[in-house]
Antibody
Framework: EVQLLQSGAEVKKPGESLKISCKVS????????IAWMRQMPGKGLEWMAI????????RYSPSFQGQVTISADKSINTAYLQWSSLKASDTAIYYC????????????WGQGTMVTVSS | DIQMTQSPSTLSASVGDIVTITCRAS??????LAWYQQKPGAAPKLLIY???ILDRGVPSRFSGRGSGTEFALTIYRLQPDDFATYYC??????????FGQGTKVDIK
């Protein structure tokens, strides 16, 4: 069974750093693109970044380039999203999702990680 | 950058209705268009990819069509489980993966 299990909710202060994770099981992690999406409270979905764990090829939405870093560790089948300095506007639910092979669609999603940034 | 525009933003309907949501791309995206359903407190669920192909397990009352810049998702015989928010998305690893703004289908 394919599963994407995300790390738990986080409460941080502005300026703090954070790394959230997405642990994958049930398929060949290295062979599928993994993306991160953001959903701010009461708002729609936004695509942030994507990585191909096999060779760590990464792409970023212009809106998020320089704001976050996506990475992956093939040895533990885990993708990451990290911030070096959080802002209150980073408060959102973050989802990881797997691209369904060659379809340009995301068929498997993590359960979401709620990140709250507040002083 | 490619922009995706969905309409309407909200749609009120009754069980048994046929509802259609439209999605327009700012430039041609061939048939690289996906539709997702999201319920409150849950992750999105893939319904349709490549504009018209139902993902595994998706009921046949969902139907997608379109190519180029104009796309539509139709739900035939709306069921209580279908009241949710729907998003279109075009993903391309070189240009990104913009979503439409979402369409909330609620009970009339």
């Amino acid at each position: 069974e394919v599963q994407l299990l995300q790390s738990g909710a986080e409460v941080k202060k502005p300026g703090e750093s954070l790394k959230i994770s997405c642990k994958v099981s049930g398929y060949g992690f290295a062979n599928y693109w993994i993306a991160w999406m953001r959903q701010m409270p009461g708002k729609g979905l936004e695509w942030m970044a994507i990585i191909y764990p096999g060779d760590s090829d990464t792409r970023y939405s212009p809106s998020f380039q320089g704001q976050v870093t996506i990475s992956a560790d093939k040895s533990i089948n885990t993708a990451y999203l990290q911030w070096s300095s959080l802002k209150a506007s980073d408060t959102a639910i973050y989802y990881c999702a797997r691209e369904k092979d060659g379809t340009k669609a995301f068929d498997m999603w993590g359960q979401g990680t709620m990140v709250t940034v507040s002083s | 950058d490619i922009q995706m525009t969905q309409s309407p933003s909200t749609l009120s309907a009754s069980v048994g209705d046929i509802v259609t949501i439209t999605c327009r791309a700012s430039q041609s995206i061939s048939d690289w268009l996906a539709w997702y359903q999201q319920k409150p407190g849950a992750a999105p669920k893939l319904l349709i990819y490549k504009a018209s192909i139902l993902d595994r397990g998706v009921p046949s009352r969902f139907s997608g069509r379109g190519s180029g810049t104009e796309f539509a998702l139709t739900i035939y015989r709306l069921q209580p489980d279908d009241f949710a928010t729907y998003y279109c998305q075009h993903f391309n690893s070189y240009s990104g993966g913009p979503f439409g703004q979402g369409t909330k289908v609620d009970i009339k």
